[in-house]
């Protein structure tokens, strides 16, 4: 059976930055991609540029809709900063509850982690091919 995990509530940080994204959400729109201005020909151009699938996908917008778009797009931006804040936030609680658990830290900081620093030991020295 598996082991019941309590359900806890948010921490005032983690609530802050929740309320900020629903906020931001309830504004409007949203867009992943850049918005580009491209001189062609006589008149400026806009596209939104975005990779999807590893290969940069580009749409034509209407000068009209630029300004939409803007907004859109730098809501995206916005969100996604304000997602990985909350994940740190989380992750850090998470580390924090381990922790007390356990009474071990479960996670290697950037000093301890593996690769860090010089080698212990010199390595073998490779041969080369004659």
């Known amino acids: 059976m598996r ?3 309590k359900k806890r509530k948010m921490s005032a ?3 802050e930055v929740s309320s900020r994204l629903k906020r ?5 729109g949203v867009i992943e991609g850049s918005l580009y201005r491209a001189d062609r020909g006589n008149t400026p151009r806009h596209q939104l540029s975005d990779r999807a699938t ?5 749409i034509y917008v209407p000068a009209d809709f630029a300004t939409v778009v803007a907004d ?4 995206w931006a916005e ?3 304000l997602m990985k804040e909350m994940s740190e936030i989380a992750r850090s609680e998470l580390v ?3 922790t007390e658990r356990t009474g071990r830290r479960t996670v290697a900081t950037r000093a301890g982690a593996r690769g860090a620093g010089p080698r212990k030991r010199p390595t073998a020295k490779r041969r080369s091919k004659s």
């Open 3 to 5: 082991p019941m995990i």
């Open 13 to 15: 940080p983690y609530r």
């Open 24 to 28: 931001l959400l309830s504004e409007g």
């Open 54 to 58: 590893g290969r940069f996908r580009n």
């Open 72 to 75: 859109w797009s730098a809501r």
């Open 79 to 81: 969100a996604k900063r």
């Open 96 to 98: 924090a509850a381990i």
